[in-house]
């Protein structure tokens, strides 16, 4: 069997890793997975949570559960952060983050990180290796940066970049109920640093993914692969970000804004308008948007103005203080020493992802204006970004000693709650995210709750 290394054990590179040691021809593995990760704490955690059959987060998704416990049943699957399995690999599959900071808001891209670990592959990589990125990076970045970058590595020990395949293909990965799917079953754009480099990485894909249903598209470069992603992203996070004035005019008209986007829905070229809600969460379009702008510059050398983009970072970043704005608008208190609480603290509904959530900014909005803050998530007990304690508890909360109470987050577990008895005490509800069905907001209705919709009269 081939040999296949994923460096980076990640909310990608562990379903990625996954997927690929499902791969059967009649019915037996393809490949000898190894999965690869740092050998520091979080690292450790993620292999031995791996090779005792587990995923290493939590998952709705029964389907990647059982994947993995198959994978190691079949004993072709392993994670280890031994780098020296590099050497005899067929194929690397990289899913290692690319940073970006800010200097006054100015994007700033730092390959330093990344460029390392590629490094530790370049010393150990052999000839005829498909080395595929599937980081979402900066357009330029595998023909501008990489390329030079690894030709450089690769000359020291007498081998040249044409000896290996080089190759960008985007992850399209979504945790949640379908998360081995979004795989397994889903559509991929990739390209190769030449024809070759293109041919196998075609020829891996056809293995991993249900080509046939979902087929591949290849584009004439890497950087037209990148500009893709980013792209795609930067899309959906301009289409919230447009959304959010809206939101604020039907607040101040008692307009009921879901129910005229459902009325737009209709209408085929608008279908995938987006929802008001508390803000924009997860790896992705916090900060996609801001790669072309970074790239523009610091790989293009051009001096190429990206408005819109930028504009929808900050718009949307800005959110989740429409919702405080609210509750100050709707409490009858003062917000210091009040006490509040937050349900879903997640990125998204079902998932355990907090990285950048929109909870975050409200979150830390209400500690700075003096509120006693509890949280509660089906899914998580510790909120890592904010080293905070998160309650899970099935059970009601005492809402007596919660003054207000804000949903943050629709996870399917919020729709079976029995309203009365979590809510009934509270001064303020806030459905800041859409988390009520059409059935529970009846109810709360009936029962007389004192609650504010964001985006719904």
Known sequence: ????????????????????????????????????????????????????????????????????????????????????????????????????????????????????????????????????????????????????????KLKKRRMKLEDISLAHSYERVMPGENYLASIREYWRVFSGLNKKSSSDCRKFLETVIDTKNYPLTELKSMTASETAKVMENTYRAVNIAFIDEWTKFASSTNLDLIEVIEAIKIRPTHS??????????????????????????????????????????????????????????????????????????????????????????????????????????????????????VSNFSDPPANEDYDVIIMCVSHREYSQIDLETWFSNSELIVDANNVFNDHQREILKDLDLPIHYIGRS
């Open 1 to 152: 069997m081939k040999k296949v290394c994923v460096q980076g054990l990640g909310f990608v590179g562990a379903a990625m890793a996954t997927a690929i040691a499902m791969a059967r021809k009649d019915g037996q593995p393809i490949y000898n997975v190894f999965g690869i990760d740092l050998p520091t704490n979080v690292g450790k955690e993620r292999i031995e949570k791996l090779n005792a059959g587990k995923f290493p987060f939590e998952t709705s998704d029964k389907s990647l559960q059982i994947a993995v416990e198959s994978n190691i049943k079949k004993q072709n699957f392993l994670a280890t952060s031994d780098v020296d399995h590099f050497e005899d690999a067929d194929i690397i599959v990289v899913d290692i983050p690319l940073d970006i900071s800010y200097l006054d808001e100015d994007p700033q891209l730092n390959f330093s990180s990344f460029l390392d670990s590629l490094s530790v592959v370049s010393e150990k990589i052999k000839k005829g290796c498909l080395l595929l990125i599937e980081t979402t990076v900066p357009p330029g970045t595998c023909e501008q940066v990489l390329a030079p970058f690894l030709a450089k």
């Open 272 to 389: 995938n308008i987006m929802l008001p809600g508390l803000g924009v969460g997860g790896y992705c379009l916090t900060k996609d948007p801001t790669f072309a702008p970074a790239a523009t510059k610091q790989i293009f050398n051009k001096d190429i103005q990206f408005p819109f983009s930028q504009l929808a970072v900050k718009v949307n970043n800005r959110m989740p203080l429409h919702v405080l704005n609210v509750l100050k608008a709707n409490f009858t208190k003062k917000i210091s020493n009040s006490n509040i609480l937050i349900c879903g603290v997640t990125y998204r509904p079902d998932v355990s992802d907090t990285r950048y959530s929109a909870s975050e900014i409200l979150v830390c909005k209400l500690l700075e204006e003096g509120a006693n803050v509890t949280l509660h998530d089906p899914h998580l007990s510790f909120w890592q970004e904010l080293s905070m304690d």
